[in-house]
């Protein structure tokens, strides 16, 4: 099993960066597909984007697509998520995850049935 923990999030202006890290446990971060999710207020939670096992490949969801990055550093067990050009509708809780389905699989699963979950980190933008 793995276990995750985020950092990073914080309160920035509209236009904004902020760099999130997710470090994992154990000797099997390789073995997972890993990704971001969010949640913010009165909101359903969302998919936010998602790195193969060996970070070749990556996969976005359309409002996020040209301003955010996802990458990791298995030497390092931790998943990054870099945020540019944030908006206030970015603002929200955001969860980093573990899972052994592909990278559609974890577009598509709504954070359902996933290997594992970080306890989360707010983002907030302020506009």
């Known amino acids: 099993q793995v276990q995750l923990e985020e950092s990073g999030g914080g309160l920035v202006q509209a236009g904004g960066s902020l760099t999130l890290s997710c470090a994992a446990s154990?000797?099997?971060?390789?073995?997972?597909?890993m990704g971001w999710f969010r949640k913010a207020p009165g909101k359903e939670r969302e998919f936010v984007a998602a790195?193969?096992?060996?970070?070749?490949?990556?996969y976005y969801t359309d409002t996020v697509k040209g301003r955010f990055t996802i990458s990791r550093d298995n030497a390092k067990n931790t998943v990054y998520l870099q945020m540019n050009s944030l908006k206030p509708e970015d603002t929200a809780i955001y969860y980093c995850?573990?899972?052994?389905?592909?990278?559609?699989?974890?577009?598509?699963?709504?954070?359902?049935?996933?290997?594992?979950w970080g306890q989360g980190t707010v983002v907030t933008v302020s506009s």
């Open positions: 154990g000797r099997t971060f390789f073995m997972f597909t």
């Open positions: 790195i193969s096992r060996s970070g070749g490949s990556t």
């Open positions: 995850v573990a899972d052994k389905r592909d990278l559609t699989g974890v577009a598509l699963s709504g954070g359902n049935a996933t290997d594992a």
